[in-house]
C-alpha cells in the first residue's frame, strides 16, 4: 500500500515544464500550463469552440519536456538496478507483475472519485504528485520490462501508431469511438 502522499510527496502545484535545450543541457523553465489558473495552483483547461464543436485543448497547451529520453530512462533504471544489485529479480515475468502492481496503485488513487476532468482541477497539490510518482513507477517497470524482452520501445511506438493509423483512418471514424472490427467494410 502507498505510504500517506501528504508525508512523502512533494507540494508541486500544475506546472507544466517547458524545456529549452544549450549545449545538450534541458534548462527547464516551470511555466503555468495555461491562463486560468484555481486558487490552489491547479490549472483550468479552457475548450475553445470550433465550427460549433466542443473541441479538446489541452494537449495544445500541455506538453512533456524533451527530456529524459525513453533511452535515457532505461540507462537510469539499468544504473539504479546495478548499484543494487537487483537484475537478478528483474526477469521480464517479475517487471510486468511489478508494472500491473504499480498500474493499481494508479487505478487506487482514481477510485471512487467519479469522473475525473482532465487537467485533475479538484486534485490537491500532493494528490497530483502522488500520481505523478506512481505514473513514474508504472513507466520505469515498462521501459525496463521493453528492454528485457529487447524491444526498441521508441521505434516500436512509432510502427504501432502507423498501424494505429491504418487500422483507424480518421475520415471513417471521425468522432467515433467504435472498435475497428465492429466496422462492416
Ligand atoms: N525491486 C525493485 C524495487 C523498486 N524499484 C523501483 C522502481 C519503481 O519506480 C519503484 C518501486 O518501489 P516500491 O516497490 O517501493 O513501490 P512504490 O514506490 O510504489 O511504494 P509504495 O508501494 O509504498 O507506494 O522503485 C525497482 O526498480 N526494483
Redesign the pocket.
Known amino acids: 500500500?502507498?505510504?500517506n502522499s501528504d508525508e512523502v510527496h512533494g507540494l508541486n502545484g500544475d506546472m507544466s515544464v517547458q524545456s529549452t535545450h544549450t549545449n545538450g543541457n534541458a534548462l527547464t523553465t516551470p511555466v503555468k500550463s495555461d491562463s486560468a489558473c484555481c486558487a490552489n495552483g491547479d490549472a483550468v483547461f479552457q475548450t475553445p469552440k470550433q465550427n460549433g464543436t466542443s473541441r479538446r485543448s489541452p494537449t495544445k497547451t500541455f506538453s512533456f519536456t524533451a527530456e529524459p529520453t525513453i533511452e535515457d530512462i532505461r540507462r537510469m533504471?539499468a544504473e539504479?538496478?546495478d548499484e543494487r544489485d537487483?537484475n537478478q529479480?528483474?526477469q521480464p515475468r517479475n517487471l510486468l507483475l511489478?508494472m500491473v502492481g504499480?498500474v493499481g496503485?494508479v487505478s487506487e488513487l482514481f477510485q471512487w472519485r467519479g469522473e475525473v476532468a482532465e487537467g485533475l482541477p479538484n486534485w490537491t497539490a500532493s494528490e497530483r504528485e502522488h500520481l505523478a510518482?506512481?505514473l513514474?513507477?508504472v513507466l520505469?517497470?515498462l521501459v525496463e520490462l521493453a528492454e528485457k524482452c529487447h524491444i526498441d520501445l521508441p521505434q516500436a511506438v512509432l510502427r504501432k501508431m502507423a498501424v494505429n493509423r491504418l487500422k483507424y483512418p480518421a475520415s471513417k471514424v471521425h468522432g467515433s469511438a467504435k472498435k475497428y472490427t465492429e466496422y462492416n467494410d
Do not use: C, L
Open positions: 500500500m502507498a505510504m533504471q539504479f538496478t537487483w529479480f528483474h511489478a504499480e496503485e510518482h506512481e513514474s513507477d520505469i517497470y
